[in-house]
């Protein structure tokens, strides 16, 4: 599944034959729950289906409640499929000027038990 960027709502890459998952971008725009709602449905029905690890790349530069809320459901899911042997790694890009951001990551890696590596993100996006 692929979801074009736009100014406010984040480039979605998801691919089972890949073993990919990335979003970056920004996400604030109005339609993000149509959005996130087919990303958590293909957690749900396809990422089962993935053979290989996968890493999970989040990369946002502005993102709203709504991105935060669907982040944590994110994680719950991955952690769930982790547990059921599946190889998932986290990589939470952030922008070294954005505190908020990479606190997010951080914990992310405190609240999940899921491998979470932050990278300081020089070009902005993943």
Do not use: H
Request: glycine content about 2%; aromatic content about 14%; some cysteine.
């Amino acid at each position: 599944m692929r979801i074009e960027e736009t100014p406010n709502s984040p480039l979605v890459n998801l691919s089972v034959e890949d073993c990919t998952f990335i979003i970056k971008g920004n996400s604030f725009s109005d339609n993000l729950s149509e959005i996130y709602d087919k990303v958590n449905d293909w957690i749900d029905n396809e990422m089962p289906k993935i053979e290989c690890s996968i890493e999970c790349k989040f990369s946002f530069y502005v993102y709203n409640s709504i991105t935060y809320k669907n982040i944590l459901l994110f994680m719950s899911k991955f952690y769930e499929l982790q547990v059921s042997g599946k190889l998932i790694k986290i990589i939470w890009y952030y922008d070294k000027e954005d505190e908020d951001n990479l606190a997010i990551g951080e914990d992310i890696k405190d609240l999940f038990n899921l491998p979470v590596q932050i990278i300081e993100n020089k070009n902005k996006y993943c």
